[in-house]
């Protein structure tokens, strides 16, 4: 799979999504019409004669008109409702935020696999969400982006299926994130809930039209009654009409990357078994998967299994079938499941709870390696492109490695600011004291003492770690109040601004934190996609691959020059432009800034041209240092495109503490 094809397909699905809508509400306009003039033929006696009394262009224009604005006013509010990011349906549904200091075993467990695989994927944790009173097996992943994702389970499928069966899970609603599915996924919500609006609106009609008919006796009365009940009737078999098209839109979309996750989530595990053991345990349970909230059937598409029973134009495709593809030798049985017997126990299935014990022995501390590793251009561009099954090792190897002071400081309020701020402090001694001095007259005195703590053992980390740990600091950082955000986001531009030499990775990293968490607190939508050609954004890769070869190769002109033409060629000869190399006064922070933030705005595949440009240049003497392909990694997050670690770069030395 390729992470940029398959976005570049959920945006083109978008478009299909649209016309399919379109066709729906021109459908449902004939059909309002025909009831309008129905009941205008009832009740009309003054027909001109000779006239055609179903042919009125004045009702066709009124009930066009009408119906039109009603579904698109519908859909635009219920899209602005879910403009909230994953959070809201992930409530609507009946979820409850996991607490990420929980002590319960299962919930743990739950959060050690979303962490691990967070870390692998190179994206932010999502917020995880348990639906405590469905006690079948199922999942789902919602949000806008990376920054609102949220991961939800079932009771059933947190407590029923054993770590290989739940990872496999998680992996498939991974696949969903990274391959763009959920942007495409709350945008059907939205646009249906226009359609199945006109039931409702059926549904209300009917209710005064019944309760009309009983309070009147007058004849007048008895008439309007009578009429307000057939307009009910006819509007609550549009709408359920509408939302019988909505499902065909639905199973359309849906069946076919529902496979595509299955395939993807035993790429990612190198674990068939895993999947395949939750898929027959569904089909063992009693409950299967169905869901019995009443938005599961407008968030049908969302779920890992079939929400409720409908054979008929069904989201997924059949549980045998999904078997099948998975196991092609599979007997056929399903496996016989029940809810556990909760019991205190520990979790023999994962590499820990709540991290290592701090100051017991040995802690296993993961420490930058500076010496290069050879990496071929193919094998970093299939780095970026998928997640692989060592890259999931690595998301494991890393979250059990960290000790549990690191964990608990990324899961609490001020632990969270203090971790980011200190991977973000200047590694030259006169730097950091002078930024040290302007952050203690910024933040409170614990945050400003945890910031020294952490820098002591975080500042000298390997860039992997660096990044993992803002990941996990992240969903904790979203609980900031709006006041509390705005400070911290002012003091991390104080930080960086500070010290007027501020390195490119430090930048990076903050454009990453600035990305997710202000895209979480001013609920900007994703950027458009404005550019699908190179022409319009010469300059600002220009100015990218510059940056990138200057780093890359300092203090060797020749080497700069070779690097850069390495990447220039790679654009050249996909796009036939004119690339030409930018001299350090042109490359400033400010440019670089302006650059991400267009190129946010560039086609999926564009982005992979660009990146792939860039592993050209840093690779060009045939080896990458972890903070070049980590700065790559930055590159990726800050133009909305984010990346898996590269696992080659990562020898991540253990290193004992006594």
Same mark, same amino acid.
């Given at each position: 799979m390729d992470f940029f094809e398959h976005q570049e397909q959920a945006r083109r699905k978008t478009g299909v999504l649209i016309f399919y809508f379109i066709l729906a509400i021109l459908g449902i306009i004939a059909a309002t019409y025909a009831l309008a003039a129905g009941i205008l033929m009832f009740?009309?006696?003054?027909?001109?004669?000779?006239?055609?009394?179903?042919?009125?262009?004045?009702?066709?224009?009124?009930?066009?008109?009408?119906?039109?604005?009603?579904?698109?006013?519908?859909?635009?509010?219920?899209?602005?409702?879910?403009?909230?990011?994953?959070?809201?349906?992930?409530r609507e549904l009946g979820g409850r935020e996991l607490d990420l200091n929980t002590t319960d075993y299962h919930e743990r467990r739950l959060l050690n696999v979303v962490e691990e695989m967070a870390i692998a994927s190179g994206v932010p944790v999502p917020t995880v969400f348990v639906m405590d009173s469905e006690e079948s097996i199922n999942a789902f992943a919602a949000g806008k982006t990376t920054s609102d994702a949220v991961i939800g389970v079932t009771r059933g499928c947190m407590t029923v299926l054993t770590r290989d069966e739940l990872q496999g899970v998680i992996a498939h609603e991974f696949s969903h994130i990274l391959n763009g599915d959920m942007r495409l996924n709350i945008r059907l919500m939205g646009l249906l809930f226009g359609i199945l609006f006109l039931a409702l609106m059926g549904e209300l009609i009917l209710r005064f039209g019944v309760r009309g008919g009983m309070n009147s006796g007058r004849k007048e009365g008895a008439g309007m009654a009578l009429v307000m009940l057939v307009a009910g009737i006819g509007l609550l078999a549009i709408g359920y009409l509408g939302n019988f098209f909505g499902n065909l839109i639905k199973a359309s979309v849906s069946r076919q990357r529902e496979f595509l996750a299955d395939a993807s989530a035993v790429q990612f595990t190198r674990n068939p078994d895993g999947l395949?053991?939750?898929?027959?345990?569904?089909?063992?349970?009693?409950?299967?998967? /169905?869901?019995?909230?009443?938005?599961?059937?407008?968030?049908?598409?969302?779920?890992?299994?079939?929400?409720?029973?409908?054979?008929?134009?069904?989201?997924?495709?059949?549980?045998?079938?999904?078997?099948?593809?998975?196991?092609?030798?599979?007997?056929?049985?399903?496996?016989?499941?029940?809810?556990?017997?909760?019991?205190?126990?520990?979790?023999?299935?994962?590499?820990?709870?709540?991290? /290592?014990?701090?100051?017991?022995?040995?802690?296993?501390?993961?420490?930058?390696?500076?010496?290069?590793?050879?990496?071929?251009?193919?094998e970093a561009v299939e780095s970026m492109r998928t997640l692989h099954p060592e890259q999931v090792d690595l998301g494991q190897m890393v979250h059990s490695s960290l000790p549990s002071h690191w964990i608990e400081s990324c899961h609490s309020h001020n632990g969270a600011q203090a971790m980011v701020l200190a991977l973000l402090l200047a590694q030259d001694e006169d730097l950091r004291n002078s930024e040290l001095d302007q952050l203690r007259k910024s933040v409170d005195e614990d945050i400003y003492d945890a910031v020294c703590d952490?820098?002591?053992?975080?500042?000298?980390?390997?860039? /992997?770690?660096?990044?993992?740990?803002?990941?996990?600091?992240?969903?904790?950082?979203?609980?900031?109040?709006?006041?509390?955000?705005? /400070?911290?986001?002012?003091?991390?531009?104080?930080?960086?601004?500070s010290d007027r030499q501020v390195d490119l990775f430090e930048f990076a990293l903050l454009k990453v934190v600035h990305r997710h968490l202000d895209a979480y607190f001013e609920k900007t939508p994703p950027p458009r996609i404005k550019y699908r050609k190179f022409s319009p954004l010469i300059p600002e890769t220009e100015i990218l691959l510059s940056t990138l070869a200057a780093l890359s190769h300092r203090d060797r002109p020749d080497e700069i020059r070779s690097a850069f033409e390495g990447a220039a060629g790679e654009i050249r000869k996909s796009a036939n432009v004119s690339i030409a190399f930018q001299t350090a006064e042109k490359c400033g922070l400010k440019e670089i800034d302006g650059a991400l933030g267009k190129f946010d705005r560039a086609s999926p595949l564009l982005k992979r041209q660009l990146l792939v440009a860039a592993s050209r240049s840093v690779l060009a003497d045939g080896a990458v240092s972890s903070g070049e392909a980590e700065l790559i990694r930055a590159i990726a997050d800050a133009i909305g495109c984010p990346i898996p670690p590269f696992v080659k770069t990562a020898p991540l030395l253990p290193v004992t503490n006594s």
């Open positions: 009740v009309d006696d003054g027909a001109e004669a000779g006239a055609n009394p179903l042919w009125r262009p004045e009702v066709l224009i009124y009930t066009s008109l009408g119906t039109a604005g009603i579904v698109f006013l519908a859909s635009a509010f219920k899209t602005a409702q879910l403009s909230g990011g994953g959070a809201v349906v992930a395949a053991g939750a898929l027959m345990k569904i089909g063992g349970l009693k409950s299967g998967s /169905t869901v019995s909230s009443p938005m599961a059937k407008d968030a049908s598409h969302l779920f890992f299994g079939s929400a409720f029973s409908s054979s008929l134009f069904a989201t997924h495709p059949p549980l045998p079938t999904r078997i099948q593809r998975l196991l092609p030798h599979w007997d056929g049985k399903f496996s016989a499941s029940r809810l556990p017997v909760v019991t205190r126990k520990t979790d023999q299935n994962t590499s820990r709870i709540s991290g /290592t014990s701090q100051g017991s022995g040995a802690v296993s501390m993961l420490t930058d390696e500076s010496k290069a590793v050879a990496l071929s251009q193919p952490l820098f002591c053992e975080v500042g000298a980390l390997h860039s /992997t770690i660096k990044f993992s740990l803002v990941d996990l600091a992240i969903p904790t950082l979203r609980h900031l109040s709006r006041a509390e955000y705005t /400070t911290f986001r002012a003091v991390t531009d104080q930080l960086i601004a």
